[in-house]
Structure formats: structure tokens, C-alpha cells
């Protein structure tokens, strides 16, 4: 039964920490994190940093704010730190409908046999948004090589991806880039020309600035 001597505020107050601790409960669904066992000789396995920072999860149907997260490259799972800040939880993946870390925001996709049958199951890093929108599918893997020692090296390989006219096509090179901008073929050149844009040097720079360029022209 409820306390009768207690102030409204005072049950009001209870009430939002009650619904507040079960939601943030559905965050923390998961399993623990196993650690890799042995150090890495070159590379590390997470996104960009190999410690956790604050960022925002779309759990479940939730979103949460504020949140500690790990994001490792080679299994592709996304790690955050329990309220302690002390347990290390592996979220499950199909749960997860977003996340933003370190400046980026990653998009759940699946594929099926329609927009996104062209693309493999996974986060995307959103890196423009527009008519036509620029992702990236962001992977490493562990390699191990035996001289004197065992050693163990990441490699980073990232994939990238247009979604135009309700499909996901992979850029596989600054060709297969343009080919998808050939209605405003001679604006984009003059835009490269101009901006000193180099594929080789800069490509994701090169397919980001080129993207919004043509969003801009395709208004």
C-alpha cells in the first residue's frame, strides 16, 4: 500500500525514479564483455579509441543519453559501461536501431530484397544526409603473424556506400563515384577543379565534399 503520509512531491519524485531505473534497466540487457586476452602488436580493434566515451543509443526503442560506449571494429558489436561504470556489457545488436560516438552517428541496417539488398548486416556511419546520402561500413581484422613471437595486427578496411533513388550502391573507387553524379557531370569537375579535391590523397574527404556538392545542385 501506498505510504499516505508522504508529500505529493515526495511521490512524485519516486514515481520518476521508478520508471527511470526500468528504463535504463532495458539498457543494460546484454552480456559481459570478454577482454581480448592477448596485446595487440599494431592497431587496436575499436573505433577510434580503444576507451569508452559518452554518447547516445536508440536501445530497444529507447534512447539514451549520456551513455559510455565502446564500439570494436572486428566483431562488430557495440560495449558500454553499466551504471557503476565498473561492468562491461555487450549489448545485443539487434536491439540496437542507432548510436552516436567521438562525432559520428552509426545506423543499424539489414538486407533484404529491396533498398538495402546490396549491403551486408551491420552499423553504417552516416557522413552525409541528403537526397543522395554517403555511408560508411567501418571493419578491422585481427591477423597474426610468428617470427620470434606470436604478434598480433588490426587492419582497417572501410567500405563505402550512396543511397540514391531508394538503393544502396557500393563506391568502389572515385569512377564508380561519379558515375552516380553524371547527371551533373561537368558542375562536380568544376567543383573538384576548384576545391583542389584528391581522391587519392583524401578519398573519403573527396567522396563526403562531392556528395553534398551534388545534393546542393539536386535540390
Known sequence: MPDSSLSPAAKSAISFYSTTLKEQLRLYNGKEYQEYILPFDEGHPYFIQTNFNKGTINYDGNTYSDVSIL????????????????????????????FSVLGHTFLHLEPDTGLTKNITSGFYDILTVGKTSLLARRTKNIQTYTKQK?????????????????????????????????????????????NNLNYRRAAENFMIKTTEYYNQLTK
Not at 545488436?93 to 542507432?98: G, H, L, W
Not at 557500393?170 to 557531370?185: A, M, P, W, Y
Open 150 to 194: 606470436l604478434e598480433l595486427k588490426v587492419f582497417e578496411k572501410d567500405h563505402f556506400y550512396l543511397k540514391k533513388n531508394n538503393t544502396y550502391i557500393q563506391i568502389r573507387g572515385k569512377k564508380s563515384l561519379l558515375e552516380q553524379f553524371d547527371d551533373k557531370k561537368k558542375e562536380i569537375q568544376q567543383y573538384i577543379k576548384q
Open 71 to 98: 564500439y570494436n571494429l572486428v566483431t562488430d558489436e557495440v560495449i558500454i559501461l553499466n551504471a557503476s561504470q565498473v561492468l562491461k556489457i555487450q549489448l545485443l545488436k539487434e536491439r540496437i536501431k542507432a
